[in-house]
């Protein structure tokens, strides 16, 4: 009886994994560009919370983080009125 790969995305050749090249061109294929994508989200979550708190949480520099936050315009004064809704 057949065994589940333990690969979440299983490659061409038995036993191995779907290298990172070969997934980025699929997805540029589809017409995705990855570095936008990236940098949508991380502008949706410096609006969300404060940049210092996205930069812990998924490992980005706090100087990556602030720029987005800056360049949204997003001030820590909207994060902490927001929160003071929830109390």
């Known amino acids: 009886m057949p065994t589940t790969p333990p690969w979440v995305f299983p490659g061409g050749k038995a036993g191995h994994h779907i290298t990172h090249s070969y997934l980025l ?5 589809l017409g ?8 949508r989200a991380l502008d949706d979550l410096v609006t969300a919370m404060p940049a210092p708190l996205v930069a812990e949480l998924f490992a980005y520099s706090y100087q990556g983080t602030t720029k987005h936050a800056n360049e949204n315009a ?3 004064a909207r994060y902490t009125a927001a929160r003071q809704e929830f109390r």
Do not use: S
Request: no cysteine; aromatic share 6%; hydrophobic share 40%.
């Open 25 to 29: 061109t699929q997805i540029r294929e």
């Open 32 to 39: 995705l560009n990855p570095l936008a994508t990236r940098n």
């Open 74 to 76: 997003v001030e820590f």
